[in-house]
């Protein structure tokens, strides 16, 4: 067993900076890479690519990226794990080797399957699970028929045999994106499986570097402080068999990896922060310690953990209908007002009910609503958008946009032809016991065919019981602030922040600049002034949760996003920019406590 290893980050989605692997390779000593490239709404793309050619269903990129560095992971001796086979790892594991053999370059390939239960839902439902929306608690029942993607979120246990095996590549379908960086550490550092402390390390460095450049510089808040954005380094993870690690780049590259874009990341598409839930650990970050042991160095250490559940998440999209979304651009004298007009008139001549409809006025408040400052653009590209079951309706929207631009308002400029018809596909995120999920672990000769395969269970045999907690609520201080002089600021002169999705909630990370700040917002910035703040965004509830030690406040804004995903006609349908609304709204501060930021 080894004492440590180092494990580079590869990309964070798809659609990532493809050159990525290349320089991590090629910008010092890592002993593996792992790579994340799916999100819940990309399983149901490569469905619908599987649908129209039962050959496809993974992600294409990954396979001219792998073959690309292939000679060169194998001379550097380097191991790489990743989800790129979506939906169809074998087909995807099968191309690589037929494009590698053109070459002349030999690499062991495993591949891991059983995740995709599209096939088996009738085997499950409803006699042995009900697939229950575990956000909303709506019943399975009303959109069965229209299930076009089921895939459970698989964790450790089929990865570390893919390792025994010794291939250069892991190919997987959809793992968590934490358990890609995980495994190595576990295969190699000799940790059981019963070591939650040091499992939950290796959630805690799998979530710092399963989103790339995030944590290295990318979305900081304070992206000022990055020198350079060329050549952008990517995040590496040197983990020591205790469980602490130290985050770091390659040296000579962009970015910044500090205590705060660590901070930052740490927060990112967070739930309840003591209960961070895997297939493998539930991981408590209210303890984390870090420390910055060298310019884009950080230390992390003191993870807790505690048991898995008996469950495994699973991630299912279905059809939802139908959307379209048309843009013409106003400018001229009064373009808010004239924007508002276009509005008016647009609707009353489409004269159509939807079931949903929605206008955005770009460059002015299409991302933040009622959070932004009252200003008079130069320009506003207006944005319309339905949603509904009824194809002809979509249609008509279709067709409506066009006349606008001859008969109403001068100034106006096209941006483009006929909206198109999208299909709708709606996620929707439930749990299946473990004891149903059985995966398997294939091991691939250089011509694509299967040598070796091993079945393997998904229960480890320690799991306990979890129940979630609705938030934490802290005592009340109001005499300690209430004598205070104070100064309105923007919340960004005194916290950063990070925002991300999860279906139709999104979450906001709040770190505080300094300790002071913490007890004050701690006290002042509560869920309903949250609530208040996002008041025409947010329609459900908002629950807060307390990390001291990283001194932040991490805010779930319910029923938010317009349904999430795809379904949402919203702009910015994944909350990443909501961070930036609540960074720029003015807030009440102690005098005396902004000399320390």
């Known amino acids: 067993m080894k004492d440590k290893i180092r494990i580079a980050n590869a990309g964070g989605f798809w659609g990532d900076d493809l050159g990525v692997l290349r320089r991590q390779l090629e910008g010092g000593e ?57 939906i169809n790892p074998l087909a995807c594991a099968r191309k690589i080797l037929s494009e590698l053999n053109k070459k002349g370059i030999d690499l062991k390939i495993t591949v891991v399957v059983g995740d995709n239960i599209i096939e088996r839902i009738d085997e499950f439902y409803p006699d042995k699970t009900m697939f229950t929306d575990m956000e909303t608690g709506d019943d399975f029942a009303r959109i069965k028929e229209n299930i076009q993607s089921a895939n459970v979120y698989l964790g450790v246990p089929p990865l570390l045999k893919a390792l025994e095996s010794g291939a250069d590549l892991i190919l997987a379908g959809r793992v968590t994106d934490t358990s890609i960086t995980m495994a190595p550490f576990i295969y190699e550092l000799g940790w059981d499986l019963g070591d939650w402390n040091k499992l939950a390390a290796g959630l805690v460095a799998g979530h710092i570097i399963e989103c790339g450049a995030q944590a290295s510089g990318g979305n900081f808040t304070d992206w000022q402080k990055v020198k350079s954005w060329n050549n952008m380094g990517y995040p590496i993870v040197e983990m020591n068999k205790d469980g602490s690690f130290e985050v770091y780049k390659h040296a000579n590259t962009g970015g910044l990896i500090s205590c705060d874009t660590i901070r930052e990341q740490l927060v990112y598409e967070m739930g309840d922060p003591k209960h961070y839930i895997s ?27 505690h048991p898995s559940t008996h469950f495994l ?20 004298g009064r373009v808010l007002n004239k ?3 276009f509005e008016k008139i647009f609707w009353e001549r489409l004269n159509t009910d939807y079931k949903k409809t929605n206008t955005e006025y770009i460059g002015y408040n299409a991302c933040h609503q009622d959070l932004v400052e009252d200003i008079d653009p130069n320009e506003i590209l207006l944005r319309f958008s339905v949603y509904d079951d009824d194809l002809e309706k979509i249609k008509a929207f279709s067709t409506s946009i066009a006349p606008l631009i001859l008969s109403g308002p001068p100034g106006v400029a096209v941006t483009g032809g006929r909206a198109r018809s999208q299909q709708v596909i709606t996620y929707w995120p439930t749990l299946i016991p473990k004891s149903l999920i059985q995966t398997t672990v294939h091991v691939l000769d250089s011509a694509g065919e299967i040598k070796e395969t091993y ?23 109001e005499d300690e602030f209430s004598q205070m002089e104070m100064i309105v600021v923007p919340l960004r002169d005194v916290c950063m922040a990070r925002s991300g999705d999860k279906g139709d909630t999104f979450n906001i990370g709040v770190l505080a600049r300094s300790e002071k700040i913490y007890s004050y917002l701690k006290v002042k910035l ?13 329609k459900g509830k908002v629950k807060r949760y307390e990390l001291d030690n990283l001194l932040a406040l991490n805010f779930l804004l319910e029923e938010s996003l317009d349904g999430g995903g795809t379904k949402s006609l919203m702009i910015d349908a994944q909350g990443k920019t ?12 102690p005098k005396s406590y902004l000399q320390d930021v």
Do not use: H, W
């Not at 079945?455 to 938030?471: A, M, Q, Y």
């Open 313 to 332: 998440k699973v991630s299912m999209a279905y059809e939802d209908g139908y959307k379209a979304v048309s843009s013409i651009v106003i400018s001229g």
């Open 30 to 86: 890592v002993d593996y890479i792992s790579s994340d490239f799916l999100a819940e709404v990309t399983m149901s793309i490569l469905r619908k690519q599987q649908l129209k050619n039962e050959a496809m269903g993974y992600v294409g990129d990954f396979v001219d990226q792998i073959v690309d560095v292939a000679a060169l992971m194998k001379e550097k001796k380097v191991r790489m794990l990743t989800n790129a086979g979506g």
């Open 279 to 305: 297939p493998d650990v539930v991981a408590d970050f209210s303890q984390l310690e870090l420390t910055e042991v060298a310019p884009n160095r950080v230390l992390v250490k003191n993870a807790k953990g």
């Open 578 to 589: 909501m961070a930036s609304a609540l960074l720029n709204q003015t807030f009440p501060i």
């Open 455 to 477: 079945d393997i269970d998904s229960i480890l045999g320690n799991e306990s019981d979890f129940t979630p907690v609705n938030g934490e609520i802290s005592s009340e201080k």
């Open 339 to 341: 924007a508002r007009e």
């Open 526 to 538: 509560t869920s309903d002034v949250v609530k208040s703040m996002f008041a025409g965004i947010c």
